[in-house]
């Protein structure tokens, strides 16, 4: 089983440049998330979705889009890449409830310069 | 505001002996805790959960976790360390969003370190 795949797994951009990451889930998930992780802090919630066509921003939404039109892909744009964005992104889906588990993917490393 | 606390970022045991990671939570109303690994370039893997219910959870691994509501803890523990348990742990708790999306707040993290 695939479960959730992200894409690419690493990038290296120049400050201002956009970029989209991919991430796909094949479980039927109707919940979908975008988390940042930095050392020291955990991961942080970026944006999530609850079905397609609804997004709604977590606690660290600004220089980020997200859009969902089918279950399976919630993609992350970055708008114009600041060295603030340098991170793991990790993709994650999961069923409601709040003893849901997230299933998360194997994160893009993101470095911009 | 519920919150997650990990005492000890860096944690160093021998093979064989008892791995013991801190987790407190604040929150109230009656929380939903969770124990995740991560192995180096990957991604979270669920070890355990906890739900209202046994205070005692066994998780994958052979990892289990006790819940202490007088104590707001949920400390992971596993009674003999393997080489491959080193990675980085996160205990997380659920907390209900607008529109319903259960986000997880993460603790920093404890990274594992086992040696021979």
């Known amino acids: 089983n695939a479960g959730v795949t992200q894409t690419p797994k690493f990038q290296v951009l120049k400050t201002g440049q956009s970029m989209t990451l991919q991430c796909a889930q094949d479980?039927?998930?109707?919940?979908m998330s975008w988390y940042r992780q930095d050392p020291g802090m955990g991961l942080r919630l970026i944006h999530y979705?609850?079905?397609?066509?609804?997004?709604d921003q977590g606690e660290v939404p600004n220089g980020y889009n997200v859009s969902r039109s089918t279950t399976e892909d919630f993609p992350l744009r970055l708008l114009s890449a600041a060295p603030s964005q340098t991170s793991v992104y990790f993709c994650?889906?999961?069923?409601?409830?709040?003893?849901?588990?997230?299933?998360f993917g194997n994160g893009t490393r993101l470095t911009v310069t | 505001a519920q919150s997650v606390t990990q005492l000890g970022s860096h944690v160093s045991v021998s093979e064989g002996a008892l791995v013991l990671l801190r987790c407190n939570y604040s929150?109230?109303?009656?929380?939903?805790l969770f124990w995740y690994v991560q192995y180096p370039n990957q991604g979270l893997q669920l070890l355990l959960k906890y739900t209202t219910g046994a205070t005692l959870v066994k998780g994958i691994n052979g990892f289990e976790a006790e819940f202490k509501k007088s104590e707001t803890s949920f400390h992971l523990t596993k009674p003999s360390a393997h080489m491959s348990d080193a990675a980085e742990y996160f205990c997380a708790v659920s907390v209900t969003l607008s529109g319903g999306y259960n986000k997880l707040i993460f603790g920093a993290g404890t990274r594992l370190a086992v040696h021979p």
């Open positions: 979705s609850v079905g397609a066509g609804i997004t």
């Open positions: 994650a889906s999961s069923r409601p409830g709040e003893n849901s588990p997230l299933h």
């Open positions: 929150s109230s109303v009656p929380p939903y």
């Open positions: 479980m039927n998930h109707e919940y």
